[in-house]
RNA sequence: GGGGGGUUUCCCGAGCGGUCAAAGGGGCCAGACUGUAAAUCUGGUGGCUUAGCCUUCGAAGGUUCGAAUCCUUCACCCCCCA
C-alpha cells in the first residue's frame, strides 16, 4: 500500500492538519472513514468541486472509506467563510434538484459500488429533525461565543460595517461541526478534509466532538485551487466552468484546461490528476524547456475531460478543437457537427436559399450575425476573415450553394480566428 | 433669483456656415506575427440596390442655395454670483 500521506505532500494537497505527526500514521494502510462537504447552491458543481472529489478519490483508492456530504441542511444557511455577503436561502425543492444533480456527477469520481463503497449523505436527513431546543441543549452548549467570534469567517464580517452578519450565518459554524459529530457517531468516521477556508469550521467540529463525546478526530486542509493572479479557478468572463455537459460543454470544459497558464499547469497536474510523480516531473521539463508545446496543458485537458465527461466526451472536445483550430471540414454529417458546435450559434434558414444561383456570402453572414450589416460583412471578406466551411473564400459575388453544405443540411461559417456560426438548410 | 459654459458617431474628444459620415485617442473588428498566451505591427470601424443615395452631431422649429456649425424655444448637465 503506498504512502497516501506522502503523495499528498508531494503533490501540495496538505495545507495543514490537526495533527502533523500522529496523521501520516493513522493514514497508512486505509480503513479509516473520512468526509468532505459539498455545497449544494447549484445542481452542478463547477471546477472548484474538483479538488475534493480528486481528494476523496485518491483516499478511497488509498482504501479508506469516504463519505460524500452534501450539505443539504447547510446549503440553506449559507457558510459565511470566504463570502463578502449574506447568501441567498435556497428552498428546500430547489435544494432536492441539485443535491439530485451533484450525486451524479459524484459517481464519476467515487465509486458508490465496490467492495469499499463510497457513502453519500445529505445533512438535510438528520438536521430537518432537530428542534431548536434540543440543538440549543446538546450543540450550542458547547459553543463559547467568545471563541466563534474569534473565527476568521466571523471576525472579516464583524469587522465591515457595510455588510454584517445574520445571526443564521453566524450559527453555519454549529451545524458544521455537528456534521462532524453525527457522521462520527453514526459512521465512525474520523478525519474531514476541506479547503484551507474550511479550517474554522473543521476545528470546531473537532472541539464540539470532544466536548460531547471525549473523542480525538482530525481534520486536514488543503490549499484552495488559485490560480497565479490569485483568483479562483474556474472563473471565466463567460462565467464558472461547470462539470455538467448541459451548462459547460465537454468542448468548453478541455479548452478551459488547455489554456491554464503556465505557472498554474503543475499545481493543476498535481492537484487534479492522479499521474505518477515521474510523469509530472517529466511535464515540468517540458513546460521550462519547450512551453510552446503545451504538454501540460495538454495531458491536464486530457485528464480532467475524460474523468468528467468519460472517454466519448474527451473524443468529442479533441475533435472540436482540432476542427475550431484549423481543420478543414469535410465529410462530417449534422449529428457529428452538432455535437462538435454544440456552443455554437445558430440559425435556421429554408433551403430554397441554397437553390438557384445560391445565397450570397455577404447575406450568409448577415444572416448568421457574425456581420451587424451588409457593410461589416463586406469589410470582413475584402479582409480575409470570412470562412466557410473553415475555408477562407473571397469575392464580394460568392454564391452559395448546396456543393457548400458542410453535412447534410449544415454550413460552417466563420468570421476571423474563431468566431463561427452554422446555418441550418431545411 | 442673476450670469456663464456645455450636450458630437460605442466611449472620450476635436470641429464653430460649404472641401464633414465628421480630426485624434480608446474600444471593437479583420490581417500578420505567435504557444489556442502576452506584446507588437498593418488595415478597418453609420446604412444601402455603393462612381451614387439615405440617416447621424440633445429635441423641435427657423434663417440660408447650403447648418454639427447661425437664430428661437424646450430638456438635461456643469460652474460662478446672490
Known amino acids: 500500500m503506498s504512502d497516501i500521506f506522502a503523495d499528498l505532500q508531494w503533490r501540495g494537497l496538505i495545507h495543514q492538519t490537526t495533527d502533523d505527526k500522529h496523521l501520516p500514521q493513522f493514514l497508512k494502510g486505509g480503513g479509516r472513514t473520512i468526509y468532505a462537504g459539498f455545497d449544494p447552491t447549484s445542481d452542478s458543481l463547477h471546477v472548484g468541486g474538483l479538488m475534493p472529489l480528486m481528494y476523496l478519490r485518491r483516499l478511497q483508492k488509498a ?21 463578502s455577503e449574506e447568501r441567498k436561502l435556497l428552498d428546500e425543492q430547489a435544494l432536492q434538484r441539485n443535491v439530485e444533480g451533484i450525486s451524479r456527477q459524484m459517481r464519476r469520481f467515487l465509486d458508490f ?15 430537518r429533525e432537530f428542534t431548536y431546543l434540543s440543538f440549543l441543549r446538546d450543540v450550542g452548549k458547547h459553543f463559547p461565543v467568545n471563541v466563534m467570534m474569534a473565527k476568521d469567517s466571523v471576525r472579516s464580517r464583524l469587522e465591515r460595517d457595510d455588510v454584517g452578519i ?15 459529530v453525527h457522521l462520527h457517531q453514526q459512521h465512525g468516521c474520523e ?84 499521474l ?29 475531460t475524460a474523468m468528467v465527461h468519460g472517454e466519448e466526451g474527451l473524443a468529442t472536445a479533441q475533435r472540436a478543437t482540432e476542427i475550431f483550430f484549423g481543420g478543414e471540414i469535410g465529410a462530417m454529417n449534422d449529428e457529428q457537427l452538432a455535437e462538435i458546435f454544440a456552443d455554437v450559434p445558430s440559425k435556421a434558414l429554408p433551403r430554397q436559399r441554397l437553390e438557384g444561383e ?3 456570402i455577404l447575406d450568409a453572414f448577415c444572416e448568421a450575425g457574425l456581420a451587424g450589416s451588409k457593410g461589416e460583412a463586406r469589410r470582413t471578406l475584402q ?44
Open 383 to 426: 479582409q480575409g476573415g470570412a470562412y466557410v466551411n473553415n475555408r477562407r473564400r473571397e469575392g464580394e459575388d460568392t454564391r452559395l450553394t448546396v456543393a457548400d453544405l458542410a453535412s447534410e443540411t449544415v454550413m460552417v461559417l466563420r468570421s476571423g480566428r474563431k468566431k463561427y456560426a452554422l446555418l441550418r438548410f431545411q
Open 358 to 360: 445560391g445565397l450570397g
Open 63 to 83: 482504501g479508506h472509506r469516504v463519505i460524500a456530504l452534501v450539505g443539504g441542511a447547510t446549503g440553506m444557511i449559507g457558510d459565511p467563510s470566504g463570502k
Open 113 to 127: 459500488e465496490g467492495p469499499n463503497p463510497a457513502l453519500l449523505l445529505n445533512n438535510f436527513d438528520w438536521m
Open 276 to 304: 505518477p510523480h515521474a510523469e509530472i516531473d517529466a511535464l515540468d521539463r517540458s513546460r521550462a524547456e519547450a512551453p510552446q508545446r503545451r504538454d501540460s496543458q495538454r495531458r491536464l485537458a486530457d485528464e480532467l
Open 166 to 180: 445574520s445571526y443564521t450565518e453566524f450559527s453555519y459554524m454549529l451545524l458544521q461541526a455537528y456534521d462532524f
Open 191 to 274: 478525519v474531514q478534509v476541506g479547503g484551507s477556508d474550511q479550517w474554522g469550521n473543521i476545528t470546531a467540529g473537532i472541539d464540539l466532538a470532544r466536548r460531547m463525546n471525549g473523542v480525538q478526530l482530525y481534520g486536514i486542509t488543503c490549499p484552495l485551487l488559485l490560480t497565479s493572479t490569485g483568483q479562483k479557478m474556474g472563473k471565466t468572463e463567460q462565467g464558472a466552468v461547470w462539470l455538467s455537459a448541459e451548462k459547460t460543454s465537454a468542448y468548453l470544459f478541455y479548452q478551459y484546461w488547455m489554456n491554464v497558464a503556465d505557472e498554474d499547469a503543475g499545481r493543476c497536474l498535481r492537484f487534479l490528476t492522479e
